[in-house]
């Protein structure tokens, strides 16, 4: 099995029908035909991939999903995440939205998912292919089951099997045979989300969620066919809170209790992120000094232990404004992103 990597995408969607009616002015570009973004006139970043407002969903994965759905049927683990402010077009760029005809990566991925599944099942010694989705919400520190409704204050718990596989304890798994059947559980699971707040907004941005989505093979062994064997790999899509919460000061009570549990989600995050391309940085010039990889320090990087880093392949798609409004913001998501590379 390959080594996996982290790449870093950088997404900057259009001003908004209201920006342009305030007259934002758009200070966030794509150097043309480069991985680059110029904040003003002199602020620079690198990236792998630089996607400018123009850019479809289409050739947002097609250029750096694609290849993560392929080797999910090939067995291998892969974690795509969107990040930055609120408002930003994290949840756009994932989609799994069904009034949504464009389609995000979820759309995306679960259509080729299943054309290659398809192929895959020609395949002489393949017996049985299964697709399983989970998706879980991460709120203060606490998991949620979105594909349960009674049982959501039900405790889940992260634990470890005897393969290294991460599972969540009393999480839900369905299994789906088409790309149809899974938008309809993400909606569902969305629907959910949303009940217990007022503001949809509000919550989504301050919690962060998971979708899995879970292929099991069984093969027949080459060496005995009586003997079934069975691979499982997993993609997991993952929608962060609000980046804005990150470094809030000035919150009081409840306020400060919650954003420092989404500060602690994001801050662990980052340091799993940093490291893991310290090591990939550190194989490449043969130093084998591998820097101790800190998933254990919060809820989210603890459900993505198997999913990032190792042979996973690690995709981060910082989504900015082009608003001149959000500068500041932006810039601090460009250089949290670019620090992951
Ligand atoms: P976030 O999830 O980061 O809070 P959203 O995905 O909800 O942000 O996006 C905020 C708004 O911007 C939405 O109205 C969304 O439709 C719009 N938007 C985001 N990205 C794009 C894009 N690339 N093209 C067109 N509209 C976009
Ligand atoms: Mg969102």
């Known amino acids: 099995m390959s080594e996996g990597c982290v790449r870093v995408a950088v997404r900057i969607r259009p001003l908004l029908p209201k920006e342009v009616l305030h007259r934002h002015r758009v200070c966030v570009r794509v150097v043309p035909g480069t ?6 006139e ?40 969107c990040y930055g402010q609120t408002g930003s077009g994290k949840t756009y760029t994932l989609g799994g939205r069904s009034q949504d005809e464009e389609g995000g990566i979820i759309d995306r991925a679960a259509q080729d998912l299943f054309i290659y599944l398809a192929e895959k099942t020609k395949e002489s010694d393949v017996v049985d292919v299964t697709v399983k989705v989970s998706y879980i919400e991460v709120y203060k520190e606490e998991l949620r089951d979105l594909l349960q409704l009674q049982t959501t204050h039900k405790e889940l718990l992260i634990r470890e099997d005897e393969r290294g596989n991460t599972v969540v304890v009393g999480a839900k798994e369905v299994v789906i045979t088409s790309a149809e059947e899974l938008l309809s559980i993400v909606e569902m699971g969305n629907a959910l989300r949303h009940t217990s707040t007022t ?33 499982s790999s997993k993609l997991c899509l993952v929608d962060l809170a609000g980046s804005e919460r990150a470094g809030k000061t000035g919150n009081t009570g409840t306020q400060l209790k919650e954003s420092a549990h989404i500060n602690t989600g994001l801050f662990a995050l980052g340091n799993v992120i940093r490291a893991l391309s310290d090591q990939s940085r550190n194989r490449h010039s ?16 603890r459900l993505l232990r198997d999913s990032l880093g190792g042979s996973a392949h690690t995709l981060m ?3 900015v404004s082009p608003s001149h409004h959000f500068v500041a913001e932006t810039l601090g998501v460009l250089q949290f992103a670019s620090t992951a590379r």
């Open 35 to 40: 991985g680059q973004v110029m904040v003003g």
């Open 42 to 81: 002199d602020r620079l970043f690198y990236f792998d991939n630089a996607f400018g407002p123009s850019v479809s969903q289409d050739e947002v994965y097609e250029s750096c999903v694609h290849r993560l759905v392929e080797r999910l049927v090939d067995g291998e683990n892969a974690t795509v995440f």
């Open 199 to 231: 503001g949809m907004n509000e919550r989504s941005s301050r919690s962060h969620t998971i979708l899995t989505l879970q292929v099991v093979l069984s093969c027949h062994n080459s060496k005995n066919s009586s003997f079934k064997s069975v691979h």
């Open 286 to 301: 043969n130093n084998s000094g591998s820097a101790h990889v800190p998933y254990r320090d919060a809820k989210i990087t």
């Open 317 to 319: 798609v910082a989504c």
